[in-house]
T-cell receptor, first 115, second 109 residues
Framework: NAGVMQNPRHLVRRRGQEARLRCSPM?????VYWYRQLPEEGLKFMVY????????ESGMPKERFSAEFPKEGPSILRIQQVVRGDSAAYFC?????????????FGSGTRLTVV | KNEVEQSPQNLTAQEGEFITINCSYS?????LHWLQQHPGGGIVSLFM???GKKKHGRLIATINIQEKHSSLHITASHPRDSAVYIC???????????FGTGTRLQVTL
């Protein structure tokens, strides 16, 4: 059981480039959540997905950010035309159900640096 | 006012001391999580509570639903316990978590 796998662990992008962050949930988990941790700030919810569906994207910035969780393969968080303010740690979590009181597991995060 | 408040923000202790970190929340919840994060590291889930008390090794977590308050205790603290401890709550059937700002713990020899 490999846990929640995120890659890459570290990602450096120049301003204006695209960043793609990947998250493979734990085996048997069909619910994926993305959180962002800005420097010296707490974690904030971004988006909640199930296979092929976005359930709650209330925490996603309106522009440049998108997320998907296709039928096959990992969940992808995409940031287009990155800016310095996007530099943060992005964490993915997964669970087997839509309730947060069972099996909620975090990945190790992707640290994005925009230069 | 944040929905989840933690105290203290920073805590320094000597090895062997008993440590308490507090978390208060203002919303109805279905579960409260205590998480650990080492510098530059991932997030490890320590406990998930919906009532009562849980113990794992030197760690103890309690929750009082009526008072909307939880505590994380570390007995016989050790330098390897140095990390940021984060309280997070999930409300109702919503799956997203709302986080406190964390308590930075430093345990010295």
């Amino acid at each position: 059981n490999a846990g929640v796998m995120q890659n890459p662990r570290h990602l450096v992008r120049r301003r204006g480039q695209e960043a793609r962050l990947r998250c493979s949930p734990m085996k048997g988990h069909s619910h994926v959540y993305w959180y962002r941790q800005l420097p010296e700030e707490g974690l904030k919810f971004m988006v909640y997905l199930q296979k092929e569906n976005i359930i709650d994207e209330s925490g996603m910035p309106k522009e440049r950010f998108s997320a998907e969780f296709p039928k096959e393969g990992p969940s992808i968080l995409r940031i287009q035309q990155v800016v310095r303010g996007d530099s943060a740690a992005y964490f993915c979590a997964s669970s087997p159900t839509n309730r947060n009181n069972y099996g909620y597991t975090f990945g190790s995060g992707t640290r994005l640096t925009v230069v | 006012k944040n929905e989840v408040e933690q105290s203290p923000q920073n805590l320094t202790a000597q090895e062997g001391e008993f440590i308490t970190i507090n978390c208060s929340y203002s919303v109805g919840i279905s579960a409260l999580h205590w998480l650990q994060q080492h510098p530059g590291g991932g997030i490890v889930s320590l406990f998930m509570l919906s009532s009562g008390k849980k113990k794992h090794g030197r760690l103890i977590a309690t929750i009082n639903i009526q008072e909307k308050h939880s505590s994380l205790h570390i007995t016989a603290s050790h330098p390897r316990d140095s990390a940021v401890y984060i309280c997070a709550v999930g409300a109702g059937t919503a799956s997203k978590l709302t986080f406190g700002t964390g308590t930075r713990l430093q345990v010295t020899l």
